[in-house]
Structures are given as structure tokens and as C-alpha cells.
């Protein structure tokens, strides 16, 4: 079959010939459509993710759209290994395929899986977010961040408060549902501050992070307080991408003196059944057309030209 092909942790996968996969008694062939580039499987692909294979021959992808040998149209997900969803067939467990509702196509549906899965499982499975709770969502300007703006909203956050570095990307944000909008790009100590008073006024129960760095230690220094008598409000603080910075100083006071609850969301920390059915609730919502994502497609055989992503939105290679 043709596939695309990671040789070099240093260069794109290439589009070659690969051998045919095998299904195992509790596994399926899923003939493939459409299978998207996140972040992640770029970083896999790069040797840089912490679920990275260590070694090389093998195809990317974690995630698509493809039709079973019954012809049912499915979304799948974690293909076994040297196998990856970047090819004409893969195989995966029978488990981790669930039915596409009517109304989706195969390019958004492949494309709104994994960015969109971010905040639903950080919300649902980690946060146990409840409908009127209040959201921040930090760096939210990536096709991640966005359709974090959406699911907030769409699964019934009070307020939506969001932030980037890009002010033009960052105004973008209030047609999409954003109540709050803060700019990162200006000195830390007016961020911290900046932070401060928007989590007090408008009552941040939830931050979604997508960015690590220097903008998660001016909220985690914004939410350190100095002890008024009372217990300071919970605020949950869900790890979901590090893009600006992979560790942070982290002062041991920040915890004593506030409400601040750490956790991260994604492979690890939630289940694969769980991820998926994130996965698969959203794609119902999107079918009704409560969520909106852009995208560009290219050929599979296109794979090491497009390697670096779409110039806007989600770049999804088709089969
Ligand atoms: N844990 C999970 O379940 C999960 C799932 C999906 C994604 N993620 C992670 O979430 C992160 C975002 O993914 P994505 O799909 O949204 O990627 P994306 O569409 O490529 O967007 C990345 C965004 O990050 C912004 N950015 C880059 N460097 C920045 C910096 N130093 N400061 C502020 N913003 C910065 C960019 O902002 P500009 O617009 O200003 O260029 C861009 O909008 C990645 O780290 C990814 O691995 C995690």
C-alpha cells in the first residue's frame, strides 16, 4: 500500500510503499480517507513527544476517517504501530472506531477529532467542569484554543475568557463565543496583574493551558494570594500543550496560598476509551453545526511538501 513514512526524525515523513497490515482477532482494517496533522503527530513524527516511537519506519498518524470492511464510514483512532492513519488502509481496535453522525464529512470530521478532544476531555474528564462555571482558556488562538472557545460555551460555561499573543488573532476570538479577551504581549508583572483581577472579577472556576512558559507562571502567580482569613476559590488549572515553554519555576506557595488545583489532560492521563468518547461527543455536536473549525486538504502523496501545516486551520491529507 502507499503510506507515508517517517525515516529521519530530522525530515518529513516521505510517501513510499509500505507493507499491508493485518488485523488481529480483536483489531479491523479501516480503509482511510482523510487523517489530519496536529502538533502531535508533528512531534511524534519529530522524536519530540513523550509517546514518540524510538525508532524509525513506521507511519504517522494518529487518527482519521476511513471506511470498515463492512463499508461503515467511521472516525478512528490509535492505530497499532508501525501502522499510522497517514496510509491507504491501517488497522486499529475495534474499539477505538466509533460511527460518524450524517451531516459531517470526512475532512472536517478527521480534522476536529484531536484539537477538539483537548478541552473536552480536559473539561469533562479532568476539570468535572459544571454548566455556569466561568473559563480561561490561555493560548487560545491555535485551532486547539478556538474550538476551545466553542466547546466552553457549547457545554455551558458562564463566562469565556481568553488569550494570545497575537492581538488580531486574539479579537478573532469573540465571534467564536470569547466573553474576555487578554493580550499576552505585554511585560510579565502587568500579565500577573492583568491575570489577577480578570480571574477575581469575573470568577475563573477552570484554566485551560495550552502554552506552559511565561504566561501559566503569571496565572500561577496571579491566583497566589496572602492569606485574608478565608480559603481561596478552587481554580483548576488543566495542562494541555506546552507550546511556549516545556517547564516553568513553580513556587511551592502558590499551592499553600491559594485554591489552585494542577492536572494535565491528554494520552496518560485520560483513557483511550475515554479520549474517544470526547471524541465522539463532539463530533456529534459538530454535526449540528455548533463547531467550527477551518481546514486545507492535500494528497497523501503530497505529505513531505505540506509537512509544515496549513497556513490557516487544520491541514488534512486525503486518500
Ligand atoms: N493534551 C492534549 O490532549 C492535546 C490535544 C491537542 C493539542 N495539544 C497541544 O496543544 C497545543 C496547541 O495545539 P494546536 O492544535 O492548537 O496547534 P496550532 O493550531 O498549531 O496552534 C498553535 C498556536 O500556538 C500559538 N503560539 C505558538 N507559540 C506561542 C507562544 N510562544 N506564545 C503564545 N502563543 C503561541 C500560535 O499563536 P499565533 O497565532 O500567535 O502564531 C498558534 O495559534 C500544542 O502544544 C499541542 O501539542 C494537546
Not at 2 to 12: G, L, Q
Not at 119 to 137: K, M, Y
Not at 234 to 240: A, E, G, L
Request: overall charge neutral; some cysteine; hydrophobic content about 45%.
Amino acid at each position: 500500500m502507499k503510506a507515508a513514512i517517517v525515516h529521519d526524525f530530522d525530515a518529513p515523513p516521505r510517501y513510499g510503499d509500505f507493507a499491508d497490515p493485518i488485523a488481529a482477532a480483536d483489531e479491523t482494517l479501516v480503509q482511510v480517507r482523510a487523517a489530519a496533522l496536529s502538533q502531535l503527530v508533528r512531534a511524534q513524527a519529530a522524536g519530540k513527544h513523550y509517546s514518540s516511537s524510538k525508532t524509525v519506519s513506521w507511519v504517522p498518524g494518529v487518527d482519521g476517517v476511513g471506511h470498515l470492511p463492512d463499508g461503515r464510514r467511521v472516525y478512528f483512532a490509535f492505530p497499532r504501530s508501525p501502522y499510522g492513519a497517514m496510509a491507504q488502509t491501517t488497522v486499529v481496535q475495534r474499539r477505538y472506531c466509533v460511527a460518524l453522525p450524517d451531516g459531517l464529512d470526512d475532512v472536517r470530521a478527521a480534522a476536529l477529532g484531536n484539537p477538539g478532544m483537548s478541552s473536552w476531555a480536559a473539561l469533562t474528564h479532568r476539570a468535572h467542569f459544571q454548566p455556569g462555571e466561568n473559563v480561561l482558556i490561555n493560548g487560545a488562538t491555535g485551532v486547539s484554543g478556538r474550538l476551545a472557545v466553542q466547546i466552553a460555551r457549547y457545554l455551558g460555561a458562564g463566562k469565556v475568557l481568553a488569550t494570545g499573543r497575537n492581538a488580531q488573532s486574539v479579537e478573532g476570538l469573540k465571534a467564536l463565543g470569547a466573553d474576555v479577551l487578554i493580550p499576552l504581549d505585554v511585560p510579565a508583572g502587568y500579565l500577573a496583574e492583568t491575570f489577577r483581577h480578570a480571574i477575581r472579577e469575573h470568577r475563573v472556576n477552570v484554566i485551560l493551558d495550552y502554552l506552559w512558559g511565561p504566561s501559566a507562571e503569571s496565572l500561577i502567580h496571579a491566583v497566589s494570594v496572602h492569606g485574608a482569613g478565608e480559603a481561596e476559590p478552587r481554580i483548576r488549572f488543566v495542562q494541555i500543550g506546552s507550546i511556549s515553554g516545556q517547564s516553568i519555576a513553580f513556587p511551592a506557595a502558590a499551592l499553600r496560598s491559594s485554591g489552585l488545583e494542577m492536572m494535565g489532560s491528554g494520552l496518560g492521563s485520560v483513557s483511550n476509551l475515554d479520549l474517544l468518547g470526547s471524541i465522539a461527543s463532539l463530533l456529534k455536536a459538530a454535526a449540528t453545526g455548533a463547531l467550527s473549525i477551518e481546514t486545507e486538504t492535500a494528497p497523501l502523496a503530497e505529505v513531505a511538501a505540506v509537512w509544515q501545516g496549513a497556513a490557516v486551520g487544520r491541514l488534512v491529507l486525503t486518500m
